[in-house]
C-alpha cells in the first residue's frame, strides 16, 4: 500500500502534496494524522523546511520498523533554489541528522520551492524572519550571494515559488 504524507504550517506543502495525492490516486495524510507507518510499503513524505528542518519527518518515520521492501520518497519544500548545489547540500545535511543511516540512504530525496505571505506568520516565525533579514542585510555587499539578495529584496512581500511541475520526476518515480 501507498501513502502520501505531509508536513506544512502555512499550507504550501499541502497543496503540492494534495496535487501529487490527485495525479497518482495515493491516499494522502497529514503528519500528524498517521496511525500506523508500518502499514505502507511505499512511503511518499512532503515537509515543509523550517530552519533546516523537516516538519514532522523525523517524527513519522521514528516509529517505522522494518525497512526492507520499503519505498521511501522524501520531498523538502522551502523558499531556497534548489538549483543552487550549496542549498540542496545543506537540507541533506539537515535530512541526515532527522533520519537514522539506513533510512537516510534508502531514501530518495527531491527538493521544491514553496511560498511564503510575511503578513500572515504566528509571532516567532516573523520574529524569526526579521532577525535573518537584519543579519543579511548587515552583510557588506560582496558577501550577499544571490538568495541573500533576493531575501533581502523579498522580505515582507508574498513570494510564490510554487511550481507543480516540479513534482514531474517524483510522479516518475512513484
Ligand atoms: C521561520 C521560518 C524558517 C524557514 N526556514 C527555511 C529553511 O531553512 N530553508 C528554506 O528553504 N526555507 C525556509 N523557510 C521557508 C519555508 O520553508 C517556505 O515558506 C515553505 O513553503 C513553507 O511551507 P508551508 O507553507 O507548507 O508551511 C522558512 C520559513 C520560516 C517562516
Do not use: C, W
Request: hydrophobic share 35%.
Amino acid at each position: 500500500m501507498k501513502v502520501i504524507i505531509y508536513g506544512s504550517k502555512y499550507g504550501s506543502t499541502k497543496k503540492y502534496a494534495e496535487y501529487l495525492a490527485g495525479n497518482t490516486n495515493i491516499p494522502l495524510i497529514e503528519y500528524k494524522e498517521v496511525k500506523d507507518i508500518n502499514r505502507y510499503e511505499t512511503i511518499i513524505y512532503l515537509g515543509a523546511l523550517y530552519a533546516g528542518g523537516v516538519l514532522g519527518m523525523k517524527k513519522t518515520f521514528k516509529k517505522l520498523i522494518n525497512l526492507e521492501n520499503k519505498k521511501i520518497i522524501i520531498a523538502t519544500v522551502g523558499l531556497g533554489d534548489p538549483k543552487v548545489l550549496e542549498n540542496t547540500i545543506n537540507i541533506k545535511e539537515g535530512i541526515k541528522r532527522q533520519l537514522s543511516n539506513e533510512l537516510y540512504k534508502k531514501a530518495h530525496i527531491y527538493h521544491l520551492r514553496g511560498k511564503i505571505n510575511y503578513q500572515k506568520l504566528n509571532v516567532a516565525h516573523k520574529t524569526m524572519m526579521k532577525l535573518l533579514y537584519k543579519k543579511a542585510k548587515s552583510l557588506p555587499d560582496d558577501k550577499k550571494d544571490e538568495e541573500t539578495k533576493t531575501f533581502i529584496e523579498t522580505y515582507n512581500e508574498v513570494v510564490d515559488f510554487v511550481d507543480f511541475n516540479s513534482l514531474g520526476p517524483i510522479i516518475e518515480d512513484i
